[in-house]
């Protein structure tokens, strides 16, 4: 009787561990280079956070790390997530420099007028292998870019090449760094959030963003021009520390695989439509001039940045990117599919 009744005490008290143990609390570090008020947090990760404590019960915590905080620098998104200091990290391809010179391929100028387009093949390229040896060490929740961007100037309206000469213009990435160079203007490294006090005090002519960044970071108010020449675009990476996601019961991994990849790659497009909007309307209430390139200018601009086009390709082929040409025609047939 004694053996029978210590017996089940003993069986009960271990099925309360487990039941204890597999109620546990998870808590995941998401960083995030923009600040906690851009629309990237507020209509995409913040979301994404609560869908994902939705899906497992609560059983998973996210606590986001935004710019400003501890794990927000725009450089140190991906080394933070590679070492485990962070859990999930969503940062900018092109900073630091020379990380990812395959993903980058999709910076390059008049590839892609979408997001949609420009996120759909930067997925399918990670999907196929053409740029997945960039993330070993890393689970790729979603990858994604911008829709064809601007040219904003503070003092000097922008309508052709030549009025470029000069001009310091912040800029994302190695392409667009060597776009701009091309095209007669001294690109400046920077991270976005420094922009609007660089522009304030003078030490930068302009910048290359798209729509919604004129918004998420009041550009408007400093900005006096803008060239609507939809020549680039700028690829962004979301993604989690592998052997954190292994270490995860294997529920709280189908939840996080449930709301990643392609269905969460299929919402940037409409999500950037969304966010440029805002921008449209900031630079509406200013009265300032919106300027298209003309069909003759953007002509000019393609034929100028031809040989652009093939030093940056030989630049990373150097590195050992054999492939990037194969890469750059992949990506401008995906783009012609997902545009058509």
């Known amino acids: 009787m004694f053996t029978r009744v210590v017996t089940a005490a003993v069986a009960a008290a271990g099925l309360v561990a487990a039941t204890s143990a597999q109620a546990e609390t998870i808590t995941l570090k998401i960083s995030n280079f923009l600040p906690s008020s851009h629309p990237t947090q507020v209509d995409f990760i ?7 404590k939705e899906k497992t019960g609560g059983q998973v915590e996210v606590e986001i790390y935004p710019a400003g905080s501890a794990f927000g620098h ?51 390229l990670y999907q196929d292998g ?10 790729v929740l979603a990858l994604h870019a911008h829709n064809a961007g601007l040219i904003h100037t503070r003092d000097t309206q922008v309508t052709t090449m030549e009025d470029l000469e000069g001009l310091r213009l912040r800029t994302p990435s190695q392409a667009i760094s060597m776009m701009l160079e091309s095209l007669g203007a001294n690109p400046v490294g920077m991270p976005p959030t420094e922009v609007y006090e660089n522009l304030q005090k003078g030490t930068l002519d302009g910048n290359v963003f798209p729509y919604e960044a004129v918004h998420g970071f009041k550009l408007y108010e400093v900005l006096d021009y803008h060239l609507d020449a939809k020549a680039y675009t700028t690829s962004f990476y979301f993604v989690m520390n592998q052997r954190k996601f292994d270490s995860l019961p294997e529920d709280v991994q189908a939840a996080i695989d449930e709301l990643s990849g392609e269905a969460l790659v299929a919402k940037f497009g409409p999500w950037w439509d969304k966010w440029d909007q805002a921008g449209i309307a900031d630079i509406q209430e200013t009265g300032n001039p919106v300027v298209t390139l003309t069909d003759e200018e953007r002509d000019r601009w393609r034929e100028s940045l031809a040989p652009m086009i093939d030093a940056y390709l030989d630049e990373i082929e150097a590195q050992g990117v054999t492939d990037a040409r194969a890469i750059y025609a992949k990506a401008q047939d995906l783009v012609a599919q997902y545009e058509d």
């Open 46 to 52: 913040e979301p994404w956070a609560a869908a994902l």
């Open 130 to 139: 053409d740029i997945a040896e960039e993330y070993r060490g890393l689970k």
């Open 74 to 124: 725009v450089a140190k998104q991906l080394d933070q997530v590679r070492a485990g200091v962070v859990d999930i990290a969503h940062g900018l391809t092109g900073i630091p420099r020379g990380r990812m010179p395959r993903t980058l391929i999709m910076d390059m100028p008049f590839l892609v007028k979408t997001s949609d387009a420009a996120s759909r093949t930067l997925w399918d």
